[in-house]
């Protein structure tokens, strides 16, 4: 049980006491078991504080609102790593130098024009939904992102020769851990939203998929940034996707 705190305290801002945690816990291999349980938690904190906000909020206001929250919740870990990503996108630099490029802790206009983009587009599709599915979107979003996060680190080998704290992620990840945590998401999913929480999960796993392929294509393995991007970039796809079937629910 230790290891669900180890995991919450990785990917989390949420506050962690140091004796809840031992050596065996905080290991990769046993904090991956609670990737998408600790999307979930991110996802109802935030469906949580949304709802509260909407009590006196306009929509509109709750929909920034949630998106602030996931940054805050998640420390905007997975965002750095897009924007780093982007910047090496953006360079267009051979694979060697953009992985230089994405290290580097400074943030560039690549960046900053893609952190821009990534939250215009889910602030405009969270607005265009009603209330109670925005909140479902905001609860559902992470577990697809976590989810997203371990089915890379299985499939993907770490692009960086010189090693890294995320390549112990990379060596430590199995089949067992992406069967449990797949599971376990298409149980958070269904319970926000039934079949349209399942369907709109294989949408987005199939466009993190996508983007996943072409970045191992480009850097011939993943990093800890690229992951984290391809999280957001599911996120956004589970969005989209909610928002979509929406649009054909309302006949829109």
């Known amino acids: 049980m230790r290891s669900v705190w180890a995991a919450l305290r990785f990917l989390t801002t949420i506050p962690v006491p140091e004796r809840w945690l031992d050596e065996t816990s905080t290991a990769p291999r046993m904090m991956l078991w609670w990737w998408t349980v600790t999307g979930g938690l991110i996802g109802a904190l935030t469906a949580a504080i949304v709802w509260v906000a909407y009590l006196r909020l306009p929509w509109i206001a709750c929909a920034a609102l949630g998106l602030v929250a996931l940054v805050v919740l998640s420390g905007g870990l997975h965002l750095d790593g897009f924007a780093d990503m ?9 694979r060697e ?3 230089v490029i994405m290290k580097d802790s400074r943030t560039g206009a690549f960046g900053v024009i893609g952190i821009v983009c990534l939250l215009l587009l889910k602030f405009g ?6 209330p109670s599915w925005g909140i479902a979107a905001l609860g559902c979003a992470p577990v697809a992102g976590r989810l997203a996060q371990a089915w890379i680190l299985y499939l993907y080998p770490y ?3 010189e090693g890294g704290m995320a390549g112990d992620f990379f060596a430590a990840t199995t089949r067992e851990h992406i069967i449990v945590n797949a599971v376990i998401a298409i149980v958070i ?3 926000w939203l039934q079949l349209p ?6 949408w987005a796993m199939f466009w993190g998929s996508t983007g996943a392929a072409w970045v191992a294509h480009w850097l011939r393995g993943h990093t800890g940034d690229t992951v984290g991007a391809m999280s957001e970039i599911t996120e956004l796809a589970m969005v989209l996707g909610l928002a979509i079937m929406h649009g054909l629910s309302v006949g829109v």
């Open 86 to 94: 982007c910047d090496g996108v953006g360079s267009r630099a051979p």
């Open 97 to 99: 130098r953009a992985l």
């Open 125 to 130: 599709l969270l607005a265009g939904l009603s």
């Open 159 to 161: 692009a960086r020769a």
């Open 189 to 191: 999913l269904f319970v």
């Open 197 to 202: 929480g399942i369907m709109a999960l294989a």
